[in-house]
């Protein structure tokens, strides 16, 4: 399995609390995304990143944002928590272009209440 | 920007029966194409992918899939289910030479009848 890791993979938290995830890797992969998951809608990006220092928005990125710092960490931040990003985060990464194939984390279940 | 139509949220299959999950994509440039699996209470798992060349590609557990440019289909299909393959599925599309960006439809459920 490749070797990602998120946590916490469990949280509850209260409505207009800050809250992080993070994702790490060690296969030294290129790209790392953020995805939501909820029923009815599948998953839908939030941002994703292709290099330190580069990311960019996904489908449903307003109330989140997210930094790279260093290649194997992917922080996802909910700057002020909401009942609607109740929610199964998954952090994926890939090497991209032809190789293109994404390796997911086992999620964070996050319950904003 | 890309985006994927999975038409049927549930498909209930005998077991042993064919099955097919439906896909459709959108996309003003060329496209990556992936079908992924989540069994209950996992995480996603890549089941095939298209590229370039054969449109009709090979994955996992018997599964396939073929690509139809004209169409804008990427249809996945089994030719006998089994209990095991009670998952959910879903498709996905990135344009090649693009933002890496990967989008994913909205799953088909499968459920397998004994």
């Known amino acids: 399995d490749a070797g990602i890791t998120q946590s916490p993979r469990h949280k509850v938290t209260e409505t207009g609390t800050p809250v992080t995830l993070r994702c790490h890797q060690t296969e030294n992969h290129r790209y790392m995304y953020w995805y939501r998951q909820d029923p009815g809608h599948g998953l839908r990006l939030i941002h994703y990143s292709y290099g330190v220092k580069d990311t960019d928005k996904g489908e449903v990125s307003d109330g989140y944002s997210v930094s790279r710092s260093k290649t194997e960490d992917f922080l996802l931040t909910l700057e002020s928590a909401t009942s609607s990003q109740t929610s199964v985060y998954f952090c994926?990464?890939?090497?991209?272009?032809?190789?293109?194939?994404?390796?997911f984390g086992s999620g964070t279940q996050l319950s904003v209440l | 920007a890309q985006s994927v139509t999975q038409l049927d949220s549930q498909v209930p299959v005998f077991e042993e029966a064919p099955v097919e999950l439906r896909c459709n994509y959108s996309s003003s440039v060329s496209v990556y194409l992936f079908w992924y699996v989540q069994y209950p209470n996992q995480g996603l798992q890549l089941l095939l992918k298209y590229l370039s060349g054969s449109t009709l590609v090979k994955g996992i557990n018997g599964f396939e899939a073929e690509f139809n440019k004209s169409q804008t289909s990427f249809h996945l299909r089994k030719p006998s289910v089994h209990i095991s393959d009670t998952a959910e599925y879903f498709c996905?599309?990135?344009?090649?030479?693009?933002?890496?960006?990967?989008?994913f439809g909205k799953g088909t459920r499968l459920h397998i009848l004994p």
């Open positions: 996905a599309v990135s344009d090649q030479g693009g933002d890496d960006k990967i989008i």
């Open positions: 994926a990464i890939s090497p991209g272009g032809e190789y293109e194939k994404l390796f």
